[in-house]
């Protein structure tokens, strides 16, 4: 089975950074457009982010962009997302999977809590 383990995830002040980490097992990321989504408390969870195998440029959400930047390492099947200029609304838990079909099991994902 395809299984996608987030960590990176925890408890920051406004304004400062945190950095996720999304390791795969069992499927190669290669080939493969992926993304990390979020689930905030109350609401269904969303894209923030995808990129692109093909090389289309990286798509934020307009909240993220200028913020946040994912990437990639396809040699360790890991892919990341840079958050800085952390603001309280971006207080959810993080996943990733590839886009726009999730082709992993989806991951238990990575709490992240910004406090004001």
């Known amino acids: 089975q395809a299984h996608l383990v987030e960590s990176g995830g925890g408890l920051v002040q406004a304004g400062g950074s945190l950095r996720l980490s999304c390791a795969a097992s069992?499927?190669?990321?290669?080939?493969?457009?992926m993304a990390w989504f979020r689930r905030a408390p109350g609401e269904e969870r969303g894209l923030v982010a995808r990129?692109?195998?093909?090389?289309?440029?990286?798509y934020y959400i307009d909240d993220v962009k200028g913020r946040f930047t994912m990437s990639r390492d396809n040699a360790k099947n890991t892919m990341y997302l840079q958050m800085n200029s952390l603001q309280p609304n971006d207080t959810a838990v993080y996943y990733c999977?590839?886009?726009?079909?999730?082709?992993?099991?989806w991951g238990q994902g990575t709490q992240v809590t910004v406090s004001s």
């Open positions: 990129d692109s195998w093909s090389g289309r440029p990286t």
């Open positions: 069992g499927r190669t990321f290669s080939g493969s457009d």
């Open positions: 999977n590839t886009h726009p079909v999730p082709r992993f099991n």
